[in-house]
């Protein structure tokens, strides 16, 4: 099984550290990108790092995977609520998939508390800023090295 496990990251993720710093933090996409590399490099994983607002990239991205990656960790942001097209996508995917939401999505407006992602993902990490990121990373080095 491949050790590359394919980042990816929906809408407004690209502003992280910079949009509403009081729910998300300050860290960046960038700094959360060179936090998860360095963890990979100690759990023998590669990663791929990819952010879009646009949900059929995302869906490309995740075909794309099928190819090359062991395991996908996703924060599909807004989509995670609205998209079965992104659901339908990562249900094509054989490895492992697990679920980022830096924020508790549990705490806020109702319409957030429901997640299509859920549906395909192995495990979901809610609420735990970005080091949600590194968590599910983690775990997704468990799956992919017990082999």
Known sequence: MSKLVTFLNGPNLNLL??????????????????????????????????????????????????????????????????????????????????EVHVSNIHQRESFRHHSYV????EGTIIGFGVEGYELALQRMGTLLNSD
């Open 118 to 121: 859920t549906l395909r993902a």
């Open 17 to 98: 550290g910079k949009r509403q710093p009081e729910i998300y933090g300050h860290d960046t996409l960038a700094d959360v990108e060179s936090k998860c590399s360095e963890l990979a490099s100690t759990l023998g994983l590669q990663t791929r790092f990819q952010q879009s607002n646009y949900e059929g990239q995302l869906v490309d991205w995740i075909h794309d995977a099928r190819e090359d990656s062991g395991g996908i960790i996703i924060n599909a942001g807004a989509y995670s609520h609205t998209s079965i097209a992104i659901l339908d996508a990562l249900n094509t995917f054989e490895g492992p998939v697990l």
